[in-house]
Every structure is written in C-alpha cells, then in structure tokens.
C-alpha cells in the first residue's frame, strides 16, 4: 500500500487526478472505476482542466461506477447517472455509449446485478478503481455487515449513511432507502484501487481501514489484502496515522 499525504483537499485532488490522467496516457483504453459523493469532485475537476488544456484525451477509455440509488432515473438531480455526466462526462471527450451505471430503475434487481456483472466482466475488469470511505468504512454502498458481500447486489443502507447523505436532499426521507453497488469482490478484482480521503472526521474510520483488524464491520479495511492500493488523502485525514 503506497499512502500520499498532501496538505489539504486541492492537493490531494491534483494528485488523485495525476494518477488517473497518466493511467489514461500510458493506457488509453483503460477502463476506469469511478465513484460519486463530495470527495471526487474536485478530482474529477482537475481532470477537466487537463483534458481542456490538451494534456490527455479520453476518447478511448470505458468507465464503470460503483453504485446507483435504487428508486431514481437518470433525469433526477440526485442520481449517479446524473452526477456523472455534470461533473465529469458531459466535460470530456468520453463516449456516453462506454460509461456505465446500474440501472436504478430496473425492474428485476437479480437481473440487474448480473448484467453489471457481465458489462465489468465483458470489459475485461477495471483498471483503476477510485474509492472514497463512508464515516462507518463503507465503500460503494457496502456497508458493515457479518460478511464481505462479493458480487454486485442491491442493499439496505445504514441509517448512518442516509445521515450523511440527506444533504444532497431536502430531507432525510427523500434519500432513497436502498442502492445498487459493486461488491466487495468485484471491488477487490480491480488490478489497481485509488482510495481518496480528505478531512478530520475520517481520521478515525481511515485509521482503523488501513491499520485495523479486517473484519466486514469495517468493510474498507479488506483494502489491506489488495496487492496494489494507492490511498491519497490530505494531513487532516491522515493525523490518526500510526506513528
């Protein structure tokens, strides 16, 4: 596990995006796995500001997003989909036909985790898979549970993470009670993981993922047994790192 400290969150976005903007350059098929929330924002920013100078062209790559709110259509303003395409798709040169989300209003959900299943597979895996962690050590939408759930599936999220979502929403009771993501297995076949954190309230829950015991209470922490895991995060996220 290789871990870049930077000084705050524009930092980290700049290098965060250095890294994916190289695996495009040195790969320029490569399939990336995206993710949504506040943390990649301003990486996905940066990564604008250098396909807009020239620096790196897009136009070749296919992306898979880890998650989508089960219940909400591409056209609403809270959906991934529609994340996406504001601060990222709709930006560059990428084809919309090669982005990827599951489908949050599919009607069977077996189905619709199966066929996420096979569009990864049909890829031929993810390349780089870009991860943030949830206040309770989620990723995607796997939250702690008994066991590490290892296909994509669709899940009941935790009370903690409607909390911290209901920003995004007028209320907590519009923020949907379910979501499709990838699962922890099909999260560790990515051949490289980009995990991206800023700030002081993850310093606890970032400090028991990488330094902790295993265990799928802390479904982050099953990142310490992938081969290749670049973690960025800023001095606030970072200052309950063991000495």
Not at 94 to 121: S, W, Y
Not at 161 to 181: H, L, Q
Not at 218 to 239: K, T
Request: proline share 4%; charged share 25%.
């Amino acid at each position: 596990m290789r871990i870049i400290k930077t000084k705050d969150y524009q930092e980290m976005s700049k290098a965060a995006a250095a890294i994916l903007v190289a695996q495009v350059i040195l790969k320029p098929d490569s399939v990336l796995g995206l993710a949504t929330g506040s943390t990649p924002i301003g990486t996905y920013n940066q990564m604008v500001e250098k396909y807009e100078k020239g620096e790196v062209d897009f136009s070749g790559i296919s992306t898979v997003n880890l998650d989508e709110y089960k219940g909400l259509d591409k056209e609403n303003e809270q959906s991934y989909y529609y994340f996406m395409n504001q601060h990222l798709f709709d930006r560059i040169n990428v084809d919309k036909d090669r982005t990827h989300l599951p489908n949050g209003m599919a009607l069977d959900r077996q189905k619709e985790c199966e066929d996420f299943e096979r569009i990864i597979q049909d890829l031929g895996g993810v390349d780089i898979q870009v991860l943030g962690i949830g206040h309770n050590g989620h990723i995607g939408f796997n939250e702690p549970a008994s066991a590490f759930e290892k296909g994509t599936h669709c899940v009941a999220l935790a009370k903690e993470t409607i909390e911290a979502n209901k920003r995004f929403f007028d209320s907590a009771d519009d923020v949907p009670k379910e979501a499709y993501t990838m699962g922890i297995g099909t999260i560790m076949k990515g051949r490289k993981i980009l995990l991206i954190v800023t700030g002081e309230e993850k310093a606890d829950i970032l400090a028991k993922a990488l330094w902790g015991e295993i265990t799928p209470k802390v479904p982050a922490s099953i990142l310490q047994l992938h081969p290749d895991v670049i973690v960025v995060a800023d001095e606030a996220a970072l200052s309950k790192m063991p000495k």
